[in-house]
């Protein structure tokens, strides 16, 4: 875990996310200050949607970059 301090929780009770509220999750389960560390978000606070992987590393492999995602867009009608 690069972030000890940061006890992000893996697993949680269930949720009731109320309208214009988000629940946000990293891609890092282990290691994200997501919705689990900080609580739902506000939709007013929303301000874009990622679109495109910006940077990707290989955390089994010496975190060594992986090429091949970066500017991959993302979605389900992504190419």
């Known amino acids: 875990q690069v972030l000890p301090e940061i006890a992000s929780r893996r697993s949680f009770a ?3 996310v109320s309208k214009d ?3 946000m999750l990293g891609d890092n389960r282990n290691n994200s200050e997501d919705s689990r560390y ?3 978000v506000p939709r007013h606070l929303l301000i874009g949607r990622a679109v495109r992987v ?6 089994d492999g010496n ?3 992986r090429g091949e995602r970066f500017g ?3 979605g389900v009608n992504a190419q």
Do not use: N
Request: hydrophobic share 55%.
């Open 14 to 16: 269930p949720v009731t």
């Open 21 to 23: 509220q988000y629940l």
């Open 38 to 40: 900080i609580g739902l």
């Open 54 to 59: 910006l940077v990707s590393a290989d955390i």
């Open 63 to 65: 975190w060594m970059p």
């Open 72 to 74: 991959k867009a993302l």
